[in-house]
């Protein structure tokens, strides 16, 4: 009884932690962008202001039930890969559901949230969901391949498909897992650029082309919803690669360091870069991420 | 104080904290005035340390920014674009255009004053209004939603048949939307 009570604790503090976090992120972002643009910009809990306003809008849009259901799926994809994703190596609070092959798992359940998004922004009916939605896809299908390559390349080096089990590998061996297979992490940053959304790969949202794409037809509440699904699951994204690549944290503020270290990568390459089309995204991923991947995997056979 | 029904209660407070920190803004930049945006938005006066960041679509909109003369073509959009967004809306008629037709004053094709078409919250006057001015009439926007008097969309809602009267008689042969709130 009471060991329930403490996990059911623990994920409502996971949750909260996720989403703090990661809002924090999304502030600290807008403030990196306007210092290097040469502007004060908003204080960093401005995203905390934004969703708190968009959760007190009305909200009276109707195209149909999938609509509705759309930042559902997505909330709850963000929340489920978010309790397989190990947050910190020791203690009881930030425990999570894990099982020997969370990995797998994970890399399939992190695609759900946009596609049930994609299914509510479809019955919108608005052109430009539509035009989002596809692009949305195809810069999927581009950066998953880089991906599911280095994560199967560090499957294959550790004969181990769990995420504490490589956490455990790389505590023994005292050695980072970017040292022990570096193409595999070059592979999976270059994939993570694509899969933050951030310029130059922000086709999907890009307002000034398709009016914000998939969420044109989404305000008030479903937006909110959508900027929490998002805060979350930045969080999930991050933490996964600091467990798979940095060796874990063993607490908050080695994993705050961490993460926001790598958070700083697409960022950074974010500010300098204008938004490349829809091929050119594609067939960014299909190059060298893709070719980086293809070396982790052999280098992983013969390790 | 306790008794005081004009008082906000705490959660009005915390509301119209967030509603004024942070304004989405979509601009309706038919008019000449869209050209002080970009100035109001970058680097030399950065509107965004207010809460003021641009929004896609109407729907995410909680602000429309009438940029300069509405021709009797470009107001039915304008209506619609307005009833598209969600509650709480605000509207600023931004240059002399919107208060008394500005330099369109005898054109047959413009009107005069937006206030008769839509609610408007803020004027900012000027032709053009420099950014400096464009920043002032946020910042009083941003007082009166503090105030809670910031109540356009209800002015709208409740004498809806006044503005219906003054949209049909300039856009004759259009059909615009019947509501039964």
Redesign the interface.
């Known amino acids: 009884m009471n060991t329930i009570l403490i996990e059911i604790l623990g994920a409502i503090a996971t949750i909260l932690l996720a989403f703090t976090v990661g809002m924090l992120y999304g502030g600290a972002r807008?403030k990196v962008i306007?210092r290097i643009?040469?502007?004060?910009?908003?204080?960093i809990y401005?995203n905390f202001?934004?969703v708190?306003?968009l959760y007190?809008?009305?909200?009276?849009?109707h195209h149909g039930w999938i609509q509705h259901m759309g930042p559902v799926f997505a909330i709850t994809a963000s929340i489920t890969s978010l309790m397989f994703v190990p947050i910190l190596t020791s203690g009881n609070w930030f425990s999570n559901l894990n099982f020997s092959g969370d990995l797998i798992f994970l890399i399939y359940m992190m695609v759900f949230g946009s596609l049930g998004m994609a299914l509510g922004a479809g019955q919108t009916g608005n052109p430009?969901s539509a035009i989002g939605v596809s692009r949305g896809l195809s810069q999927m299908v581009g950066y998953e391949i880089p991906f599911v390559m280095s994560m199967v390349a560090l499957m294959t080096q550790f004969h181990t498909t769990s995420i504490t089990g490589m956490i455990e590998l790389q505590a023994q061996s005292e050695s980072w897992m970017m040292f022990s297979n570096p193409f595999a992490f070059i592979a999976a940053i270059m994939a993570m650029l694509g899969m933050f959304h951030y310029a130059p790969f922000d086709i999907v949202h890009a307002?000034a082309e398709v009016?914000?794409g998939p969420?044109?037809?989404?305000?008030?509440k479903y937006?909110g919803m959508m900027m929490t699904s998002g805060s979350i699951f930045a969080f999930v994204k991050l933490t996964l690669f600091v467990d798979v690549f940095m060796g874990g944290a063993s607490n908050l503020i080695e994993l705050v360091i961490k993460t926001f270290a790598l958070y700083m990568i697409p960022v950074l390459y974010g500010v300098i870069n204008p938004r490349y089309r829809t091929e050119q995204a594609i067939t960014y991923f299909w190059k060298w991420p893709a070719f980086f991947g293809l070396i982790g995997l052999v280098w992983a056979a013969f390790y | 104080m306790y008794n005081d029904k004009n008082a906000q209660t705490i959660v009005d407070y915390i509301k119209n904290f967030t509603r004024k920190n942070s304004l989405f803004m979509l601009a309706y930049g038919t008019g000449c005035g869209a050209i002080e945006l970009p100035a109001t938005l970058t680097s030399r006066y950065d509107a965004e340390r207010l809460g003021v960041r641009g929004a896609a679509t109407p729907r995410q909109a909680d602000l429309l920014l009438i940029t300069g003369y509405l021709s009797t073509k470009t107001l039915k959009r304008v209506i619609r674009v307005y009833e598209q967004m969600q509650d709480p809306k605000y509207v600023i008629g931004f240059g002399s255009c919107t208060i008394n037709g500005g330099m369109y004053w005898d054109s047959y094709n413009t009107i005069k004053l937006l206030d008769k078409y839509i609610p408007v919250d803020v004027y900012i006057n000027g032709c053009m209004p420099r950014p400096e001015s464009v920043i002032e009439g946020f910042k009083e926007l941003q007082r009166l939603i503090a105030a809670g008097k910031a109540d356009g969309a209800t002015k709208y809602k409740e004498n809806l048949d006044w503005y219906r009267n003054n949209q049909k008689k300039v856009l004759k042969n259009w059909p615009l939307v019947e509501y039964n709130w």
């Open positions: 807008r306007a643009q040469n502007r004060v910009g908003p204080p401005q202001i934004d708190v306003k007190s809008k009305e909200t009276s849009i430009n307002p009016a914000s969420v044109s037809e989404f305000g008030g937006l």
